[in-house]
């Protein structure tokens, strides 16, 4: 979408159009009676959050790619909202969650490795064309790349690029794939999290350790709560954005000297000033939820932390358009394919070890998605678990270039 063709380019305008629908969101799904409390019942107010502003790019009134609110929000206040929700962050208790969380964040990540190179078989059984492709534009190089990025972010997917040799126009096609299909898949994400209890009831899922987590935020909370006062709201900020500020600090002088004197680290995402910026922010939450900064809980520090995170959800959604469902719909259909294996894995193996469908929605998006997604669709089950989907996307940016390369190695043997 070209920006002469869209009604509004103004980024202070597009971010208070992002600003009233969130408003407009929350005043409307806590309203007790009437039609919006009937609609909310079973559509969930994070999705609208994420739904609304997609019509915004679909329809031409803002361009989603073409503004800079997602750059500030993902630069500034992803990083701001890491640190609020980190802070209170009870260490033992997360490690407490025990190894279902990792099996299930280890499963979507297996589901990605081997979903791509049976989505190419299984597609290119009608559609043979797709295979022994020669040169940069070969279908399996696109998808490589497209790995990288379901299974870390961005950061890998360019990685992947580069080390698989993807030319332009089949990586743009993969952006837009990855754009459309986990994006969907989001949005079917945030539905699952508005009815995780009745889920996990069907299932026989055991949420006890979840419950626990939970009911020990809730009654530190409730032990150490006050009426915030300015100088606490203050206190947020300056924790938030002094970490934040910090983090950039520390990685505009790491980025051009691991490029500088380590190039070929580049594929590890240590070239990526996002990668040090979100690696930075999450140890400075973790080494403040060892000191009293701990009880600014107590006055809000998630709630705060948790209004900037639905704003990275609306700038998030900016960026959804739902015409491209239409577009290159061979290629679509590959992503869906890949995506339907990753998701059936997870679920198959939930089953099986009776885990929560929280497990499932945080071991994917902590592969497809990372730390911009993760916690807030770990956050849509429960604010107090936001750091689960934090330390997770960590995981995922360490595992990603491996595990990326892996899958493009699969591709290869089938593509070429």
Not at 241 to 246: E, I, N, S, V
Request: one cysteine or more.
């Amino acid at each position: 979408m070209q920006e002469s063709s869209v009604l509004i380019t103004n980024n202070a305008v597009v971010l208070g159009l992002l600003a009233i629908i969130l408003g407009f969101v929350f005043y409307t799904s806590n309203l007790k009676t009437g039609f919006w409390a009937k609609f909310y019942r079973y559509v969930p107010a994070l999705l609208m959050c994420y739904f609304l502003p997609s019509l915004l790019n679909t329809f031409g009134i803002v361009d989603g790619s073409g503004n800079d609110v997602y750059t500030v929000a993902k630069y500034f206040l992803l990083p701001a909202c890491l640190v609020l929700l980190t802070l209170s962050i009870d260490l033992k208790s997360i490690m407490g969650l025990g190894k279902r969380a990792i099996i299930m964040f280890l499963t979507g990540t297996v589901g990605v490795v081997l979903g791509g190179p049976i989505a190419l078989l299984i597609t290119a059984t009608f559609m043979p064309e797709l295979l022994g492709v020669a040169g940069p534009e070969a279908v399996w190089r696109g998808m490589a790349a497209l790995a990288g990025s379901w299974i870390g972010g961005g950061a890998n997917m360019v990685a992947m690029k580069e080390i698989y040799g993807a030319g332009g126009e089949i990586f743009t096609i993969m952006v837009t794939v990855d754009i459309v299909v986990a994006n969907l898949w989001m949005a079917g994400l945030l539905f699952l999290a508005a009815r995780h209890k009745d889920i996990d009831a069907r299932t026989g899922a055991d949420t006890a350790s979840i419950e626990r987590l939970i009911d020990k935020v809730q009654a530190f909370e409730a032990e150490h709560a006050r009426r915030p006062e300015l100088k606490d709201l203050m206190l947020l900020i300056a924790f938030a954005f002094g970490a934040t500020g910090l983090a950039h600090f520390a990685a505009d002088l790491l980025v051009p000297y691991f490029a500088s004197n380590f190039p070929e680290l580049k594929k590890f995402s240590l070239h990526s000033k996002l990668f040090w910026i979100i690696v930075l922010v999450t140890t400075i939450g973790l080494a403040l939820s060892f000191t009293k900064a701990r009880n600014f809980e107590a006055v809000g520090a998630s709630k705060v932390g948790s209004s900037f995170l639905y704003i990275l959800v609306a700038t998030i959604g900016l960026h959804m358009d739902i015409t491209k469902i239409v577009e290159a719909p061979k290629y679509v259909v590959i992503g869906l394919i890949w995506m339907a294996v990753h998701v059936g894995l997870l679920f198959l193996v939930a089953k099986l070890i009776k885990a929560p469908v929280f497990y499932v929605a945080v071991g994917s998006k902590a592969n497809i998605g990372g730390a911009a997604s993760a916690p807030v669709v770990a956050s849509a089950f429960h604010p107090a678990l936001a750091p689960v989907g934090v330390l997770l996307a960590v995981l995922g940016y360490a595992l990603g270039t491996y595990a990326a390369w892996l899958c493009g190695q699969l591709l290869r043997v089938i593509g070429s």
